[in-house]
């Protein structure tokens, strides 16, 4: 994923909206959750600190560090006879 920007967010006369960061958030995942981050930072930098917008940025930028460095959980955990996958954020395991 690149942290280019789309064309019509980054006409200088667009009005950042809180759509805007759902667009961009949406379908986050830990791989590009930390390039997320810098585009949304990005657009929301010159916004005033009570902007919707913006808090709904800061907002995202802070779900999105913690989901880049400690990943994510899915699914029902661990099966009879099957052992759950180690967050990448965790200690190497005991070799």
Not at 48 to 65: K, N, T, Y
Request: glycine share 8%; aromatic share 2%; net charge negative.
């Amino acid at each position: 994923m690149s942290q280019a920007e789309h064309p019509a967010r980054a006409r200088p006369d667009h009005q950042v909206t809180v759509e805007d960061i759902r667009q961009l958030s949406g379908a986050s995942t830990p791989h590009f959750a930390l390039q997320l981050r810098n585009r949304i930072a990005a657009l929301v930098r010159g916004l005033p600190a009570d902007h919707p917008a913006r808090l709904e940025g800061e907002r995202e930028i802070a779900r999105l560090e913690r989901l880049g460095f400690s990943g994510e959980v899915r699914g029902e955990g661990a099966q009879d006879g099957q052992l759950p996958l180690p967050s990448l954020a965790a200690d190497p395991p005991p070799e």
